[in-house]
């Protein structure tokens, strides 16, 4: 079956400018997942959606990243006053929330945002 | 702070030879470990979990609670592992998030 998808792949934007990235989970996946990766760096843990709540946002830097998931399947990433500190791969997973051990997190190709 | 340690950003090999990829955890309790890798131009993937006791081409990984590690090792390396590897950590407590290393590049050499 067809894996997590995200659009778009690559985002050039301005300083200060509104950007919104989407995340289609696999079918059937309860959890959802958003990671940030600066350049060298590991996926950094940013929100975790259980169905359409966002079960743990602890991990987004401040208020300017919001994030959005209204029916439980496409989930949206949204980034308003961007700065170039923005600038990542923002990945998406998703899974089937299965017991701590077992689950396992299938990962996007994620989405290049740069800020200019 | 919860943090997963990866010391090496490199690691070279030639084909043939065994490949360890280093992994040091500090979390209280018992962490949920695995490895990741992304090959080139491909996305981020299990590779395998430590809760399995797989291998998984080749690859396996044993936790070592005394020394807080969870290594990856194959004893005899391919091409076609060339790759970035990541290792995470789970520690559960009501969230699902993962933590993960900054990764390890293994470049094996023909």
């Known amino acids: 079956g067809a894996g997590v998808s995200q659009t778009p792949s690559n985002k050039v934007t301005e300083k200060g400018k509104y950007v919104e990235l989407r995340c289609d989970p696999i079918s059937g996946h309860t959890a959802l997942y958003w990671y940030r990766q600066s350049l060298g760096q590991g996926p950094e843990f940013l929100i975790y959606?259980?169905?359409?709540?966002?079960?743990?946002d602890s991990g987004l830097p401040n208020d300017r990243f919001f994030a959005v998931r209204p029916e439980g399947s496409v989930s949206t990433l949204k980034i308003q006053r961007t700065e170039r500190g923005d600038s990542a791969v923002y990945l998406c997973?998703?899974?089937?929330?299965?017991?701590?051990?077992?689950?396992?997190?299938?990962f996007g190709p994620g989405t290049r945002l740069t800020v200019l | 702070a919860q943090r997963v340690t990866q010391p090496e950003k490199l690691l070279s090999v030639f084909k043939g030879a065994p490949v360890e990829l280093k992994c040091n955890y500090s979390y209280s309790g018992s962490p949920e470990l695995f490895w990741y890798v992304q090959y080139s131009r491909q996305r981020l993937q299990l590779l395998l979990r430590h809760i399995s006791r797989e291998s998984i081409k080749g690859f396996t990984a044993d936790l070592n609670k005394g020394e807080t590690s969870f290594h990856l090792k194959k004893p005899f390396a391919q091409e076609e592992d060339s790759a970035m590897y990541y290792c995470a950590a789970f520690t559960g407590a009501g969230s699902y998030q993962l933590t993960f290393g900054k990764g390890t590049k293994l470049s094996v050499i023909p």
């Open positions: 959606f259980q169905g359409t709540g966002a079960a743990d």
């Open positions: 997973a998703s899974s089937l929330a299965l017991a701590a051990g077992t689950d396992t997190q299938y």
